[in-house]
């Protein structure tokens, strides 16, 4: 199969530069990429590990009967904010990016892949660093749900790596109500992030989920 690309926008971000291209396979299939100072990030096709991973994450709570308030990271092609709209009990979605254009991208590119995410009205969009949010925000979120660069070990922007540290961890821990989940997106399994994990959390789990057309995922989980 043969691909081509066409670079549509880019902007420089603390992290690295984020570029959108256009891709159009020889079967036919097109659609939109992101990706940071060359490496890819996140395609408009492909959304199952991001709604398992909210799924995973919901199920794993201690209390589903009041109004929730989530947590995602960052927004890319709006997958994961999508799924966390999409999940029972969700009251306010608190999106941390760290690239403005990509809100604007996925008004005018990613809308029909997201069912226009963006644009609803329990969304807030904050343009920072996600470590900055998690600081700002103490014993405010319910569900954390991460899908930051390519996961921890694989990092494409190195400026991502303080996040799954033991530090990095345990101000997520501080930013969770009491009973509230963390959700860690990874391509595979992590043990030296598991490990740290268990550092900070009494309590994980780690899932694997995969889909006919989409590469296996790994999906570390954490509470109490």
Not at 92 to 109: C, F, L
Request: a negative charge.
């Amino acid at each position: 199969m043969q691909i081509e690309y066409s670079e549509i926008d880019r902007v420089e971000t603390p992290l690295g530069v984020l570029t959108l291209r256009h891709y159009r396979a020889s079967t036919g299939e097109e659609g939109y990429e992101i990706l940071i100072d060359g490496a890819f990030l996140m395609a408009s096709h492909g959304s199952h590990a991001e709604r398992a991973m909210a799924g995973l994450a919901h199920a794993r709570l201690a209390s589903r009967t009041r109004a929730l308030t989530v947590l995602v990271g960052g927004l890319g092609a709006g997958h994961t904010l999508r799924a966390a709209l999409d999940l029972p009990e969700v009251e306010r979605v608190i999106v941390a990016e760290i690239g403005a254009k990509v809100v604007e991208w996925n008004r005018r590119y990613f809308a029909d892949a997201n069912a226009h995410a963006v644009d609803d009205p329990r969304v807030d969009i904050v343009i920072d660093d996600l470590s900055r949010v998690i600081d700002d925000h103490p014993k405010s979120f319910d569900l954390m749900l991460l899908d930051i660069d390519n996961g921890p070990g694989w990092l494409a922007a190195p400026g991502n790596a303080g996040l799954y540290t033991t530090d990095g961890v345990l101000r997520c821990r501080r930013s969770l109500r009491p009973g509230g989940v963390l959700a860690v997106w990874c391509p595979q399994p992590n043990p030296g992030f598991e490990t740290t994990l268990h550092d900070v959390f009494p309590d994980i789990d780690v899932e694997t989920t995969s889909a006919p057309d989409e590469p296996s995922s790994t999906i570390y989980l954490a509470s109490g």
